[in-house]
């Protein structure tokens, strides 16, 4: 923090921002041809281990929390025994979705015709069962799902030969301290948008936006003056607020522990965690079903228990979020989409927004090595 603390003083009293890597550019078809959509759905998201969750939501035995991943429905629990198990969240005898959100339970019962499962997948239950006869239920258990946990969050794989261990190695040694794995999920919005999710995930890697779009909502408040980093393919920017420059005036030692400042961790492809004075917020971005449609799923997560004053504490910072969230950056994001889509537009990263080139740079490579 002291280090970042250093570079985001010495970027505000010279008025610039961490600038790293050339100019990139790129065609704007990269946001609306249906051929590089299908695999980065393949290959980024299909293919690639996806965050789910903090590894507080599941950290109890008994903890249940369903999730929907690029489109795909997926259950993780937490057994009795203490292990952390994952499974497609669809019900062996028809296919349905089995639980929403979270919970806590010995069993989950389908509620389309109730049959009944345990926490590591087996099929133990099924009313009326001479209606089956001839089924063998111990071939009728959920299907399982590659699952991880890392540095406080948990990482699943949506298909089975997906590797999910060590894919946050990169960053370990650079995010412990926030403590993700006593986070728990208080408040979650959905939403589905008309742009793509490329676009989406760029408004949060640069705050070259701030003095222009949140004018009058964040600048106020908040510099551009950033500290970045990347690691292997995962990405950090420290935003600190107006005035940070002032602690330049302070010997280090009296620094406090967490400057004023919010922390944008994006993690490969697509998970965007901001961690701020008060909890942390997760953006679970993903492809929607053609190249210019995105679901985004926020949630708002503080540490220690889920009671009501935490709840209501992250509903409020939700509020916030959304307000600025889905009354300015969505909607320049789904006002740029149409630019694309009329055709004429390319995309622009200076180094001076370095994490915009550096995503679409790990995004274009990892689609093109296969
Ligand atoms: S679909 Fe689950 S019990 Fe019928
Ligand atoms: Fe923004």
Redesign the pocket.
Known sequence: MIELGRRMIANTLANTTDQFGELYEADGSIFTDLERFRKEREILFRNTPQVICWSGDVGDPGDVIAREVAGVPVLVTRGEDGELRAFLNA??????V?CEGATNTRRLS??????NFDLSGNLVGIPNRDRFPGLAAETKGLAPLPVSEQLGLVLVGLRQDVVVDGFLKDLVGEVEWLGWQNYRSGSERHFTKHANWKLMVDLNNEAYHVPSLHRESLLPFLSDHCATNTFGPHSRMCVPFNGIEALGEVPESEWPERLDTIMVTCIFPSTVIVDHMDGGSMHRIAPGLFPGETTLHLIEGRPGPMDDDSRQRCEAVMEMNVTILDGEDYPATEACQRGYEAGASSLVAGPGEPLVGHWHRTWDQAVSAR
């Open positions: 019900c062996s005898h028809r296919g349905m089995l389908c509620p389309y015709h109730g049959w």
